[in-house]
């Protein structure tokens, strides 16, 4: 095929080609009039198996012929003799090792790191041994390094690295894939030294960045009939230019690096470098652009020189559009345009980004017109169902049972569905309502069983959810091995519900995914030692997020969504770069814990900027392509965006071009853009909308409430709208899922204790002390408040204020009292039909034989003045109780009514029963009723609320945020 050479043969595709598809043209080039079994003798080693499906593809296509062997770079050496190479550890394997050693010298020296870091440590150590040994570095040479300037975290890191040691060191028979994998190459090279393959062998795809892969390229090179193909070569970068790339560190940004390192190591120029096929690429002047605008930083003053003789910059940016967005959402749905009207004309199209959400909100903007890009990377499997509902299972381990999470699972379409489900959501819908009104906060057998009697749950149902659910939290660590057992069997239970009937957790694509997680995780589990629950749901979730699902249903075959590196293998007529901001494309370098990029260097390890340099190459084939569409975001959710900086430099050299166009060029691409975004702009608007009028609702007057609360009257006084959407609408809030220790918990608890102790106090004063109030406390704290943190929080307020409480009982009892506690209240307004009702905390009788009226606030107890005019509890308890109204009790005078403030601090608040006397307090009460029982009186939204940031529980339903306060009411005559 190749006639005999003293140099290594390489040849390369320059950017914009369609790399499978030259590869094939040349291919069949070369073997036109040759016999048929010719092209079947050729070896062709492909770097992926997506490039492997589309060139065989490509050769199905036609005309007929015998197809070469194709072969992946990773199984090259598999055919040959390999009995003295075990298999590869698998990965999962050396994680949990791993895990478990960072585990132990984590518990020996606390300092070293958090213990919540443990995964992300052990990951990015088997990163690092992954990387010493596809790069060849032996341990040695880490050990080396000049770390004069940084021993405090040098210290630190050896701790960790002397880990590595041990894996890297452990003989021939426990291999890593990588270290595997370079020994298999290393064999390999050397029989080919011995005995080299007489038939073609051609490498072709590989950039060579991995250092194995770097010295496969080279032996192939350098065989009789061997040779690579690279993509995306830049032909148009002068010579001077590739002399500079001979550092990397300040070049391994650059996208022509790796091939620099290549020439070097076999010793080539490059003018050495052929073409694979006399073709050209789809637009030269573009690549002549794109060339002269990535040169490295300490040669760009070139833009000077040579970009006075760049020529037809017009014909270079003709078919470039640039879409510059105000916002991601406006980038994503002028992207979804374009793909549309791809769709419409029978262009291919496809997008290219690394930015996950903006391939999501293009996916979510095309679904409006029905259309279903293929996407390549597809689902996480940690947020597909079944990962999420193992995820699920696994927290049951780690916490209590809470409402929140029993009703996700039992919500989840995964449970319950081996038959029956109907019934099963019906059981769980009463069950959630039951949980919002009754509790308790953390389910248990005996709250369940009480739900079944309280609403007649099927017997079965109930035990199943009994079983599943309740008492699997477990604090202790326990074996890998055992965990597993328990998640898989927990989660096919739950899965199969109370019929027994097995469940789809395990169905379809996802489900035979997370099953094959599971499997290897149960085959490996003995290698993971004992963990806590907490750890053992960090690693299924880890072991989740590094699988994906495609999505099931057909998608648009001409409309793709493809990850940078699927896009190195694929050809389309317009392709959209999405996202070409800093920090996204491209990424930012991850930060390295171990070796900073001078001791990577130092010690052949690959720099940060690796990853930059190959979106770079990236970046640069596919800006060459036919059609292509840049675009950005110019701000994210909350900041300004920096341009990539490969955009930047193409776009501040053609505003440094004036007089050979540049300029225009550019204003072109942009106007080419903002008609995408006009459109968008235009799909987007949404017809105005008249804000909605403060509400002032005018019921009928039999349809007004004709009975309240004592502590209704302060919300009828400032937010009548409350009184009409409680008891003319009958809307109620609904109780929360999660409960909380809020404050109306610690309300009614502290009301409970100071009732139970001045109670019991009252037969036998002597237990009025702080030893007793503080045991009374504790105990009916424990009993109601089922969160510690809480109890102890609120028992500690008490005592701060239990010595001040019991020095103005005491007082109190000097005249009178005690006489009844939590007592109705209850007044007819007469001639209104109105009635008044409360609850009294407690009514203390003088010696005198007056009241004392007395209620407790866990918060802040209102003013003398507040209670004037708004908050009038106490003031009309105490006219309640002179006109008789407080059960058990005839018409008594009342000589103090007063606010017991038990927050932070304590403190007696007295109702102003001087300035406002009862008789003046229920003629005012009346006349407030009498006022809302007449038919033009609204009820007001937000009438006199104290601050404006009160919020009410029905603000939504009045559209409060459309209007303030200072908005005029509307009336409104309801019917």
């Keep these: 095929m190749f006639e005999p050479s003293a140099l290594p043969r390489v040849f390369a595709v320059p950017p914009g080609a369609d790399f499978p598809k030259v590869l094939v043209d040349g291919l069949r080039q070369r073997f036109d009039g040759r016999p048929p079994d010719a092209l079947a003798r050729v070896q062709l080693v492909i770097n992926t198996r997506r490039m492997a499906r589309r060139v065989r593809d490509l050769f199905d296509q036609g005309p007929p012929c015998l197809l070469p062997r194709l072969s992946l770079v990773t199984d090259l050496g598999e055919s040959a003799d390999l009995a003295q190479i075990p298999p590869a550890i698998p990965p999962l394997r050396r994680r949990l090792e791993l895990t478990q050693l960072i585990a132990k010298l984590l518990d020996q020296q606390p300092d070293l790191a958090a213990r919540s870091s443990l995964f992300d440590l052990s990951d990015s150590l088997a990163a690092l041994i992954d990387e010493m040994q596809g790069e060849g570095v032996s341990p040695e040479a880490i050990r080396q390094l000049d770390v004069s300037d940084m021993s405090g975290h040098w210290a630190r890191a050896q701790a960790f690295i002397g880990i590595a040691d041990q894996f890297m060191e452990s003989g021939t028979d426990t291999l890593d894939a990588q270290a595997r994998q370079r020994r298999v190459v290393e064999n390999l090279i050397a029989r080919w030294q011995v005995s080299p393959p007489a038939h073609p062998v051609i490498l072709a795809g590989s950039t060579g960045s991995r250092g194995t892969t770097l010295v496969l390229m080279q032996a192939v090179a350098r065989l009789p009939q061997g040779a690579l193909v690279l993509p995306g070569y830049d032909f148009d970068q002068p010579e001077h230019v590739w002399s500079n790339l001979d550092d990397a560190l300040t070049s391994e940004d650059h996208p022509q690096y790796r091939f620099r390192k290549l020439m070097l190591g076999l010793g080539l120029g490059p003018d050495q470098i052929q073409p694979w096929t006399p073709d050209q690429a789809p637009s030269p002047a573009r690549n002549k652009l794109i060339s002269l605008a990535l040169r490295p930083a300490p040669v760009t003053d070139a833009w000077m020189t040579e970009g006075l003789h760049l020529a037809d910059l017009n014909g270079a940016t003709k078919d470039v559009t640039l879409i510059e967005a105000s916002s991601p959402r406006a980038e994503a749905l002028a992207i979804a345009l374009r793909l549309r009207q791809a769709v419409e004309t029978g262009q291919t199209a496809a997008l290219i980004t690394p930015d996950r959400m903006l391939t999501r909100q293009v996916s979510a903007a095309l679904d409006r017109w029905n259309i279903l890009p293929d996407d390549s990377a597809g689902l996480p499997l940690q947020l597909s169902p079944p990962g999420r509902f193992l995820r699920h299972v696994a927290e049951l381990f780690a916490r209590r049972l809470d409402g929140e999470a029993l009703l996700t699972l039992l919500k989840h379409p995964l449970c319950h569905d081996g038959g029956d489900r109907g019934a099963h959501l019906l059981h769980t819908r009463d069950l959630e309502l039951d949980l919002r009104r009754h509790g308790p906060p953390f389910p248990d057998s005996v709250s369940l069983t009480a739900f079944a009697i309280r609403n007649e749950a099927p017997e079965d149902w109930v035990s199943w959810v009994i079983d599943a659910f309740c008492d699997q939290y477990q604090p202790d660590e326990q074996p890998l091995s055992d965990w597993v057992a328990r998640l898989r069997t927990l989660a096919e239970t739950i899965s199969a519900g109370a019929t027994g009937e ?42 989740l997020s590094g699988e994906e699902v495609r999505d099931r249903d057909a998608p648009h075959p001409h409309l793709m969504i493809w990850g940078t590196l699927e896009a190195r293998v694929q050809g389309a007529d317009l392709l959209l770069l999405g996202g070409l901001n800093e920090g996204s494309w491209p990424e930012t370098a991850a930060p390295d814990p171990w070796l900073n990029r001078q001791m990577r260097n130092e010690a052949g390890l690959l720099l940060p900027e690796r990853r930059i340099g190959l979106s770079a190459h990236d970046f640069q084939q596919a800006i060459g392509a036919p059609e292509v569409v840049l675009t950005r975001a110019t701000r994210s959710d909350d900041a300004e965006t920096v341009p990539s900086r490969w955009l930047n430099r193409m776009t501040n050299l053609l505003q440094g071009l004036p007089e050979q166009g540049g300029t225009d060029a550019l204003a072109a691409m942009r106007a080419r853009g903002q008609k995408w975004l006009d459109w968008a702009e235009t799909l987007e608007h949404a017809p105005q909308i008249a804000a909605a009028h403060r509400p002032s609702p005018r019921p009928p007057v039999a349809a007004r409430p004709r009975r309240l609360s004592v502590t209704e009257i302060k919300r009828l006084i400032r937010d009548p709208y409350a009184i009409y959407a409680r008891h003319v609408l009958r809307l109620k809030p609904l109780d929360p899922l999660v409960q909380a220790p809020d404050a109306l918990l610690r309300g009614i608890v502290i009301h409970k204790v100071l009732e139970q102790f001045v109670r019991d106090s009252v037969l036998d004063p002597a237990l009025l002390s702080r030893e007793n ?17 809480a109890r102890k929080l609120w028992l500690a307020r008490l005592e701060r204020i239990t010595d001040s409480f019991l020095s103005a009982e005491i007082h109190r009892r000097t005249d009178g009292g005690p006489v009844a506690f939590e007592v109705g209240m209850r007044l007819a307004l007469a001639p209104l039909d109105f009635t008044i009702a409360g609850r009294a905390d407690r009514i203390d009788r003088s010696g005198q034989g007056a009241l004392r009226i007395i209620d407790y606030k866990t918060g802040t107890p209102p003013t003398e003045s507040q209670q004037a005019k708004f908050d009038k509890q106490l003031l009309i308890e105490a006219a309640l109780a002179e006109q008789g109204g407080i059960e058990g009790f005839d018409p008594l005078p009342v000589a103090q009514a007063i606010f017991i403030g038990m927050g932070g601090t304590y403190k007696e608040v007295p109702a102003p029963l001087q300035k406002e006397p009862t008789d003046k307090v229920l003629a005012e009460l009346k006349e407030l009723i009498s006022a809302y029982l007449e038919p033009d009186q609204g009820f007001s939204s937000r009438r006199m609320l104290h601050k404006d940031t009160d919020v009410g529980d029905y603000d939504h339903l009045a559209r409060f945020g459309e209007w303030d306060r200072s908005a005029e009411t509307a009336p409104e005559d309801l019917t």
């Design 502 to 543: 097995p469940g789809t957790l395990w169905d379809k694509n996802a489900g035979q995914k997370a099953l094959a997680v599971m499997a290897a995780l149960e085959g490996e589990a003995h290698h993971g030692g004992a963990m806590t629950a907490h750890d053992f749901a960090d690693l299924l979730g880890a072991l």
């Design 773 to 789: 109030f503080l045991k009374r406390a504790e105990a009916l704290l424990l009993q109601h408040v089922a969160w510690p943190t």
